[in-house]
C-alpha cells in the first residue's frame, strides 16, 4: 500500500460585491501591497502575473458544530469575489483513508454554512472597501487535493506516470468524491482530464474536486491558484448570467405590453438603463478576463484552460455573450420604438399646426 502525505484544500469562493477596492482593502487590513508575479515553475519569473494581485488574510481557525476545526484564509480580488480556502493535512494516510476524507468534506453542507457565515463577517469588517455589496450572495466550492509525496512499499517516492497508471482508480474516485470504485468508462472520463509538465507533478481536473501532485510546494501552490482562480471566472460568470436573465425578463415584459404612446417613451428609459447594464457586464467580464495573464508560459496557460474547460467557464461565457447579443438587439428595437413613437408625435404636431394655421387662414377670408 502507498502512503500518502499532503493536504486537502476546500474552497468555498462568493460574489459579494460588483468591484472591490484593493487599496482601500488593504488599509482596512494593514497589508503590504503583493507582489504581481504568481510564481512559476521554471525558471524565468514573471510568466504568471495577476494584474491586481488579490489580497490575502489569515482568519481562526473555523469551527464546525461537530468539534473539527480547520484553519482558513480569505482571498480577496478586485472583481467582487471573497474565496475561503479551508486546509486540512492529511500524512501518510493510505488510498482507502484518502478517498474516505475526501467523500466525507468534499461539497459538505456544513462547511458551505460556516464558511458563509465567515464571509458575511468579513463583509462588514471591510464594508468601505465594497462597491455595490450584494445582499443574496451565490457561490461556487471546489475542492484540491494536493498530494506532496508517494511512498510505495519499498520506500522510495512514486513518480507522476506511475501514480496515474498504478492508482488510476484510487484518483479517480477521489477526484469524483465517491467511496465506491467507479466504472471503467468513468474512470478513463476523470483521467482524460490529466495534465503533467514533469514526472514529479500530476493535475487531474473534475468538475467539484481535482487533484494535485507536486513535490515542489510552489509548483502546486501556483496549480492551485490556477484551479481558484478558475473557480472566480465561473462565479462571475454565472452572476452575470444570472443578472442578464432578469433584466432580459423585465424588458421582454415591457415589450409584450398593449402599444401605445406613453409605453414607447417608457422604452427609452428602458433601453438606455438596458444598455448601462449591458456596457457594465462587459466592462466588468474584461476585466476578469484580463485579471491574470500568462507570459509565454505554455504549461500553466495551458493547466488553466484544462481547468476552465471542465468546471465549465466557456459554457456560462457562451451564456453570458449571447445574452448581451439579445440585449444589444434588444436595446436597438426600443430605441427604434421610441424613434417611431417620436417621428408620430412630431408629424401629428406639424399636422396639427397646419390644420390651425387653415382655420386661421379661411376665417381670415371669411371675415
Not at 413613437?341 to 376665417?363: H, S
Request: glycine share 6%; charged share 25%.
Amino acid at each position: 500500500m502507498a502512503s500518502l502525505s499532503g493536504y486537502l484544500r476546500l474552497h468555498y469562493l462568493f460574489d459579494i460585491c460588483d468591484e472591490i477596492d484593493l487599496e482601500k482593502l488593504r488599509e482596512v487590513l494593514h497589508v503590504e501591497r503583493p507582489d504581481r508575479q504568481a510564481g512559476a515553475r521554471h525558471q524565468a519569473p514573471g510568466h504568471v502575473r495577476f494584474e491586481r494581485p488579490p489580497l490575502e488574510e489569515w482568519l481562526a481557525a473555523l469551527r464546525l458544530a461537530g468539534g473539527e476545526h480547520f484553519p482558513a484564509r480569505v482571498r480577496y480580488f478586485d472583481y467582487g469575489v471573497l474565496g475561503v480556502q479551508m486546509e486540512l493535512p492529511f500524512e501518510a494516510v493510505s488510498w482507502p483513508e484518502l478517498i474516505a476524507l475526501a467523500s466525507r468534506w468534499i461539497a459538505a453542507a456544513e462547511l458551505e454554512s460556516v464558511a458563509e457565515a465567515a464571509v458575511r463577517d468579513r463583509m462588514k469588517a471591510i464594508r468601505p472597501a465594497l462597491k455595490k455589496p450584494f445582499t443574496r450572495l451565490i457561490n461556487e466550492d471546489y475542492a484540491v487535493i494536493e498530494v506532496r509525496s508517494v511512498i510505495g512499499d519499498d520506500g522510495v517516492e512514486i513518480n507522476a506516470p506511475v501514480l496515474l497508471e498504478r492508482y488510476g482508480s484510487e484518483i479517480a474516485q477521489v477526484v469524483r468524491g465517491e467511496l465506491g470504485p467507479l466504472s471503467a468508462g468513468e474512470r478513463q472520463e476523470v483521467l482524460r482530464s490529466s495534465l503533467s509538465y514533469a514526472p514529479t507533478d500530476l493535475l487531474v481536473v473534475g468538475w467539484t474536486a481535482a487533484l494535485v501532485y507536486d513535490t515542489d510546494a510552489e509548483g502546486a501552490a501556483m496549480t492551485v491558484g490556477l484551479l481558484e482562480f478558475a473557480n472566480t471566472q465561473l462565479l462571475e460568470f454565472r452572476h452575470y448570467d444570472e443578472y442578464l436573465t432578469t433584466v432580459l425578463r423585465d424588458v421582454y415584459q415591457l415589450v409584450d405590453q398593449h402599444p401605445g404612446m406613453l409605453r414607447r417613451w417608457r422604452m427609452a428609459r428602458e433601453a438606455e438603463k438596458l444598455n448601462a447594464v449591458r456596457l457594465d457586464i462587459m466592462e466588468l467580464s474584461e476585466r476578469s478576463d484580463n485579471a491574470i495573464k500568462f507570459l509565454s508560459d505554455m504549461y500553466y496557460a495551458r493547466a488553466y484552460r484544462l481547468a476552465a474547460a471542465r468546471i465549465g467557464v466557456p459554457d456560462y461565457r457562451a451564456l453570458v455573450d449571447d445574452k448581451l447579443r439579445t440585449a444589444g438587439e434588444l436595446y436597438r428595437f426600443l430605441m427604434d420604438e421610441f424613434h417611431h413613437g417620436r417621428a408620430f408625435v412630431l408629424e401629428l404636431m406639424v399636422v396639427i399646426i397646419l390644420i390651425i394655421d387653415l382655420i386661421y387662414l379661411f376665417r381670415g377670408k371669411t371675415l
